[in-house]
């Protein structure tokens, strides 16, 4: 074989294979169950010091 038909042949493998390990990771990701809201905290706290009086 000439390098350009192994070069394409290993490209299409890698490709294949990224694309199933993010089939995997969507499933594993989904699988989690429902999303809970991130709880509202207040920001006060943390824009006073960042702040200079």
Known sequence: MD???IVAI???II???LGVI???VV???DSRG???PA???DLSL???LFTVN
Request: cysteine-free; hydrophobic content about 55%; aromatic content about 4%.
């Open 15 to 17: 490709s294949v294979l």
């Open 3 to 5: 390098r350009k038909k």
């Open 22 to 24: 993010y089939l995997i």
């Open 10 to 12: 290993v490209t299409g």
């Open 46 to 48: 943390l824009i006073s």
């Open 34 to 36: 429902e999303m809970i």
């Open 27 to 29: 499933l594993l990701l």
């Open 39 to 41: 709880p509202i905290t």
